[in-house]
């Protein structure tokens, strides 16, 4: 078992459920990511069905604190709904994986404005 993948979907699960209602987009790019890795599906219905605590996060590359972090980004955005309590998860995210706070708001304001590559870049130079 991927444990890195599996930290990943388990925060993504964390974060479809702060605002009380797990979309059903939410579910499906979890699900769709949980594939792209080869990670089990009933690997991640038992995360979904029993989410785990998250642990530190401080052991990840800058690659992966970033992929992370934008995973979260995209899952907000991806039921075109953005609740305050996701905002305030994301930011506790960003928190345990070394960035500051402020990275979430500039990640939300330009998430469809920079290509990928630049947002990486920008977050890892102003924000880490």
């Known amino acids: 078992m991927d444990i890195v993948t599996q930290k990943q979907l388990n925060i993504l ?12 987009a939410e579910r499906d790019m979890i699900l769709q990511i949980a594939r792209e890795r080869n990670f089990s599906e009933v690997d991640v219905q038992r995360l979904i069905r029993n989410p785990e605590p998250i642990d ?12 992370y972090l934008i995973g979260c980004i995209q899952l907000i955005f991806i039921d075109h709904k953005v609740f305050e309590s996701e ?15 402020s990275v979430v708001e500039f ?3 330009n998430f469809d404005k920079k290509p990928h590559a630049e947002l990486k870049s920008m977050v890892l130079l102003e924000y880490l």
Do not use: M, P, Y
């Open 13 to 24: 699960i964390r974060l479809a459920e702060a605002d009380k209602h797990f979309a059903q």
């Open 56 to 67: 530190s996060l401080g052991a990840l590359s800058n690659d992966q604190k970033f992929e």
């Open 87 to 101: 905002l305030i998860f994301a930011k506790s995210i960003a928190i345990k994986l070394g960035f500051r706070k």
């Open 107 to 109: 990640l939300i304001d």
